[in-house]
């Protein structure tokens, strides 16, 4: 979601017209350029996470860790507990392979600076130098098998929480996503939480490596002489301190731009969008968008820049403290050698292992904050699944009939909910629906008409069983829709929405996207459905026919005018002919005239079906005046009722609006 800039955005813009603000092109652009950034980098909701892991403590992060890897661990053994012992033994062996290895250049070197010739010498280490060989032989075969079972790994943890997920938010009821903040929570989930899930995995395995070498070198220092623990201290705790300092440099910066780089996503993907190329250059936008841009790209390349020398600055100083710790070992190291207490064979395999250490922990504390960041995307899409599951649709083990006879509402009410950021002292939200009372028939037309806002589009949700009313009663032949099952409601009534979504796949797929099988699609009642919608032509004249995928994204596929949307979606509709409703919301409004009544004479020949409820809903009234039934809406409750030759003798707003309509046809001077 991009903010947008509200009243407060334009002071500068209208400052800068009364003479107030800047006074040349450079110093206007400068404050358009510091309004853009501060506009830009307010956080997203979606971002939250971003950098959060440069704000907690060490120790939260320590104690959050673990529980993090369980986790993973757990989703890895249900997505393929082979990959996962694979991952965990591998690791396992390749921690001890390399502290073998230690210990084996040890006894090397040992022989190596012994008494003798020095070809006795070499022959005398050769045997340690094969078990070396092998020893990093083994553990490269190892590693291999940790990249093999985390690529085996990971895309089914990743598979697993795709089924889960998108199935809920297939299944969930729609006033889910009315709720701003389950949308916002599932969106977020869908975006970043899967993905991140997936980049959790080698995360752990990082984690996990980094600690158990670090354990590996340690153990191969005290095997060397105690008294090297204590100095490995001195040596890798600057360094572990100035990586912790850069990484949190790092979140910390990500943070302050992550919105700054999430609106250069948006702008770049309009600039570049083929659908909306027409626009932007018919509204002249290009310049202004590719400016905005470039202004927000050159932000983000000076903190970058201004980031490296923070990070270099800080690498610098640990370094120097590094140094000064490490010779400070290597001193105690020489004088421990120069003492007699320890050989130079286990002096220079002390020397190796402080560098593993040193390289083990630089790469677990960058792995830690990276897994940190990534498991809060990954609790957010865990909630976000619980909250799914709890609105999943009403199961009742009873569907409701096929046909009805009356539909009733009685006192139906519906507010939408307010999203959990909205102001606390803001008034609450207006009711969209109070008090309706409705009365529906099979084989008639029931026409819903009045101004925007009015409620009719909320009514259309309740009748096709997509949300359901706060208070009110909903009946079908006497029974509450409450008794039944919410899927067979809606399995019950076929719905075409004024701003209908074609998929991108076939025009066939298009009009019978109600088949759950593509196998078992009617291609005779397809093209019933679309000759009654007047859409056969349309049909004929795509590239390859019933075949032809409706989206220009697609090498061959094809981006059907309003117009021909506007056709599909009806034919799509018609094309359940199981329902016992039918509703059209605003279906012709992207329609010529001659289409337009086309339609309309359709609509009304539905009637002859006998079994079938039409609803319709439209701001054209000359399209309602053959509907048997018209409820005229007005701030959310039914205010007039009737057919049109009633409503039109009570003079109310029913006739007021048609009137209004008329005039633009019959009396040229209401245009002028």
């Known amino acids: 979601m991009v903010r947008r ?23 206007a652009q400068a404050e358009l350029g510091a309004q853009l950034l501060d506009e830009a980098m307010k956080e997203a909701s979606w971002l939250r996470h971003l950098g959060e892991a440069g704000k907690v403590s ?16 757990r989703l890895g ?65 190892s590693d291999t098998a940790i990249n093999y079972g ?25 006033d889910a996503f009315a709720d701003a903040d389950l949308a916002d929570d599932l969106q977020r989930a869908a975006d970043n939480g899967i993905g991140y899930l997936q980049q959790s995995v080698p995360g752990c395995i990082a984690v996990v490596s980094s600690i158990l070498s670090m354990v590996s070198s340690a153990g191969v220092l005290a095997y060397l002489h105690p008294v090297l623990l204590p100095l490995l201290l001195l040596a890798v705790l600057p360094t572990g301190l100035a990586s912790v300092r850069s990484a949190r440099a790092e979140f910390r910066s990500r943070l302050r731009f992550s919105s700054i780089s999430r609106r250069l996503w948006i702008l770049a993907w309009i600039l570049i969008d083929p659908e909306q190329a027409g626009e932007l250059r018919a509204c002249a936008a290009g310049p202004r968008l590719f400016g905005e841009h470039a202004l927000l790209a050159d932000a983000v390349r000076d903190e970058r820049i201004r980031l490296g020398r923070e990070q270099a600055a800080t690498a610098l100083a640990g370094r120097a403290v590094t140094g000064v710790g490490t010779g400070v070992v290597y001193g105690a190291l ?15 395999g002390a020397a190796m292992a402080l560098r593993s250490v040193q390289s083990s922990l630089l790469a677990l504390v960058l792995s830690v904050h990276g897994l940190f960041e990534q498991a809060l995307w990954v609790q957010d899409l865990t909630d976000a699944i619980t909250a799914a599951r709890a609105r999943l649709p009403r199961t009742t083990g009873v569907s409701c009939p096929e046909q009805f006879s009356v539909l009733e509402l009685t006192g139906v009410e519906y507010t939408y909910p307010r999203a959990r950021d909205d102001d606390e002292n803001e ?21 819903l008409v009045g101004s925007n806002g009015a409620g009719k589009s909320t009514l259309v949700k309740i009748l096709a069983g997509l949300i359901e009313p706060d208070s009110g009663r909903v009946a079908w032949d006497g029974r509450e829709t409450g008794e039944f099952d919410s899927e067979s409601v809606i399995a019950r009534v076929a719905m075409c929405p004024q ?42 004249e795509l590239p390859r026919g019933w075949e032809t995928v409706l989206s220009g994204r697609f090498r061959g596929g094809v981006e059907l005018s309003g117009g021909q949307r506007a056709k599909a979606a009806i034919a799509r509709a018609l094309y359940r002919t199981d329902v016992a409703m039918i509703i059209l919301d605003e279906p012709t409004a992207n329609l010529d005239p001659l289409a337009e009544a086309e339609t309309y004479r359709t609509v009304m020949s539905l009637r002859d079906r006998g079994d079938v409820a039409i609803i319709l809903v439209s701001h054209r009234l000359g399209a309602v005046v053959g509907a048997d039934h018209i409820a005229v809406f007005d701030q959310g409750r039914i205010v007039e009722a009737g057919t049109h030759t009633e409503l039109v003798a009570q003079g109310g707003l029913y006739q007021r609006m048609y009137e209004a309509q008329l005039a633009m046809y019959v009396n040229r001077q209401t245009l002028i």
């Open 150 to 174: 985390q690529a085996q790994l990971a895309p089914r943890i990743k598979r697993n929480a795709e089924i889960e997920l998108y199935g809920l938010m297939a299944q969930v009821k729609a």
């Open 499 to 540: 701003d209908a979504t074609l998929y991108p796949i076939t025009a066939l797929g298009n009009i019978a996207v109600s088949e759950p099988d593509p196998q078992h699609i009617d291609r005779v009642r397809a093209r019933s459905a679309v000759t009654l919608a007047g859409a056969t032509e349309m049909i004929e």
């Open 77 to 141: 053994w249900r997505a393929s507990p082979r990959a996962l012992f694979t991952v965990v033994a591998c690791t396992v062996l390749s921690a001890v392979l390399a502290g073998l290895a230690l210990v084996e250049s040890v006894h090397v070197l040992a022989v190596l600076f012994g008494p003798g010739a020095s070809a006795a010498r070499i022959r005398s280490a050769l045997p340690s130098v094969l078990v070396l060989v092998a020893l990093y032989s083994v553990r490269a075969c």
């Open 427 to 447: 008034a609450a939200p207006r009711p969209a629906l109070t008090g309706v009372d409705l009365v529906i028939k099979a084989g008639e037309v029931t026409a």
């Open 58 to 73: 060490i120790w939260v992060i320590a104690k959050r860790i673990p529980v993090v890897i369980g986790q993973i661990a």
């Open 5 to 27: 800039v509200g009243r407060g955005g334009n002071r500068s813009a209208r400052r800068t017209v009364a003479g107030r603000g800047p006074s040349t092109p450079a110093a």
């Open 334 to 348: 020489a004088w421990m050698l120069t003492a007699g207490w320890l050989p130079l064979s286990r002096g220079l």
